[in-house]
């Protein structure tokens, strides 16, 4: 199909961030090219990645399995107290809008951006 498509999760809600992981696995299966950028209070939910209580933990680890996953927010991920955690995890950072990931890098290789 050849469309690409960047998911920025930027809420922190649990239920807000499952349908990035839904539509993220949907938009793979279904032969898309899908980059997953996790920001803002997102990135404090790199624990439920590893959380076996949690009722979506299946769908969080096939994400996390899936390579999906482009990079977290390094700016946020340290204001949001998950910088270790998310670096432990081996989770890529990005940096590169003065702690942020950019845009307009995504756009430049072809991506439509969505936010959650």
Do not use: R
């Amino acid at each position: 199909m050849g469309e690409k498509f960047a998911l920025f999760a930027f809420n922190g809600d649990p239920m807000c961030f499952i349908h990035v992981v839904l539509n993220a696995l949907d938009l793979d299966k279904k032969g898309f090219e899908v980059k997953v950028i996790v920001e803002g209070s997102a990135t404090k939910l790199a624990e439920q990645f590893e959380n076996k209580e949690n009722p979506f933990f299946k769908l969080y680890q096939e994400l996390k399995e899936s390579g999906l996953i482009d990079c977290f927010c390094k700016a946020c991920c340290n204001k949001m107290g998950s910088l270790d955690k998310v670096e432990k995890l081996g989770f890529p950072l990005c940096d590169e809008l003065m702690g942020h990931p950019s845009m307009a890098s995504y756009i430049k290789k072809g991506f439509t951006i969505i936010t959650f």
